[in-house]
Nanobody, 115 residues
Framework: QVQLVESGGGLVQPGGSLRLSCTAS????????MGWYRQAPGNQREWVAS???????TYADSVKGRFVISRDNAKNTVYLQMNSLKPEDTAVYYC?????????WGQGTLVTVSS
């Protein structure tokens, strides 16, 4: 089993920054992909960014140039640095672990962008 624990959400003003963290524990395969998704009230969950165990990153167009995903394989932790935040970035952010057919989700952390 793989467990994911997210942290770092909170309230921030427009234009501000936050860094989310997600730490994986349990039976982690060395080859995996970790990603961030988000779900705003009334909307479907959407993909934000992903990073492979080799460090390859991809981003949704809506966050490209503002968000940076990174990981520390020694700590089994993935980060999402969010800059120039906008009110439309308000959502619950979820971490996802994928390896082969195995997928696991974190419990989510709320990010609210408001003045």
């Amino acid at each position: 089993q793989v467990q994911l624990v997210e942290s770092g959400g909170g309230l921030v003003q427009p234009g501000g920054s936050l860094r989310l963290s997600c730490t994986a524990s349990g039976s982690i395969f060395s080859v995996n992909t970790m990603g961030w998704y988000r779900q705003a009230p009334g909307n479907q969950r959407e993909w934000v960014a992903s990073i492979t165990s080799g460090g390859r990153t991809t981003y949704a167009d809506s966050v490209k140039g503002r968000f940076v995903i990174s990981r520390d394989n020694a700590k089994n932790t993935v980060y999402l640095q969010m800059n120039s935040l906008k009110p439309e970035d308000t959502a619950v952010y979820y971490c996802k672990y994928s390896s082969g057919y195995l997928e696991r989700w974190g419990q989510g952390t709320l990010v609210t962008v408001s003045s």
